[in-house]
Nanobody, 119 residues
């Protein structure tokens, strides 16, 4: 079993930065991945980025590439140059093997942290 707890969300002005953290406890999987998703009101849960349990090169959604950075230590999500359309609940997720952009393939989820970007 894996427990995930997100932190670091809040209110920020457009152009600002926030750093989210995902603390993982319990067992880990050598071949799986951890990912960030987000969900805005009335919208589908959206892939943000992912990184393998063992580290390596992260994968990002086109909408956040060059603005967001994922690092494996504690699975941080550094968000720069935030835009109002980045407003959403951000979730940390883990999958036991492989990785995917599809949220329903992930095995474990945190409760999410709210990010609000004002214009």
């Amino acid at each position: 079993q894996v427990q995930l707890v997100e932190s670091g969300g809040g209110l920020v002005q457009a152009g600002g930065s926030l750093k989210l953290s995902c603390a993982a406890s319990g067992r880990t999987f050598s071949s799986g991945a951890m990912a960030w998703f987000r969900q805005a009101p009335g919208k589908e849960r959206e892939f943000v980025g992912a990184i393998s349990w063992s580290g390596g090169v992260p994968v990002y959604a086109d909408s956040v590439r060059s603005r967001f950075t994922i690092s494996r230590d504690t699975v941080y999500l550094q968000m720069n140059n935030l835009k109002p359309e980045d407003t959403a609940v951000y979730y940390c997720a883990a999958v036991r093997a492989g990785w995917s952009k599809a949220w329903d393939l992930y095995d474990y989820w945190g409760r999410g942290t709210q990010v609000t970007v004002s214009s």
